[in-house]
């Protein structure tokens, strides 16, 4: 749980850095933020590998779960004969 608690973190981080980029212009906030942002990329990237290494761990995943059976499409209704021109 601690890679949430430091990604949580690192975006709490950057919030004064945005509004002083966004709000203000300050060009060197922008820079921070862009920094940070590429530290936030590579803290997913790592957390979504230990998820999908912890995932193929255990061999097979457990099956899932059966989607209930759906109920068989009622025919179609016959469409109305085009009127007639006069």
Same mark, same amino acid.
């Given at each position: 749980?601690?890679?949430?608690?430091?990604?949580?973190?690192?975006?709490?981080?950057?919030?004064?850095?945005?509004?002083?980029?966004?709000?203000?212009?300050?060009?060197?906030?922008?820079?921070?933020?862009?920094?940070?942002?590429?530290?936030?990329?590579?803290?997913?990237?790592?957390?979504?590998?230990?998820?999908?290494?912890?995932?193929?761990?255990?061999?097979?995943? =457990?099956?899932? +779960? /059966? #989607? !209930? %059976? $759906? *109920?068989?499409?009622?025919? =179609?209704?016959? +469409? /109305? #004969? !085009? %009127? $007639? *021109?006069?």
């Amino acid at each position: 749980m601690s890679n949430f608690s430091q990604l949580k973190d690192l975006v709490m981080s950057l919030e004064a850095d945005f509004e002083k980029f966004y709000d203000k212009g300050n060009s060197a906030a922008g820079t921070r933020v862009r920094k940070g942002m590429q530290e936030l990329k590579n803290m997913a990237q790592t957390i979504r590998t230990e998820v999908q290494n912890k995932k193929n761990e255990g061999g097979e995943a =457990a099956p899932a +779960k /059966a #989607a !209930p %059976a $759906k *109920k068989a499409a009622a025919p =179609a209704a016959k +469409k /109305a #004969a !085009p %009127a $007639k *021109k006069k």
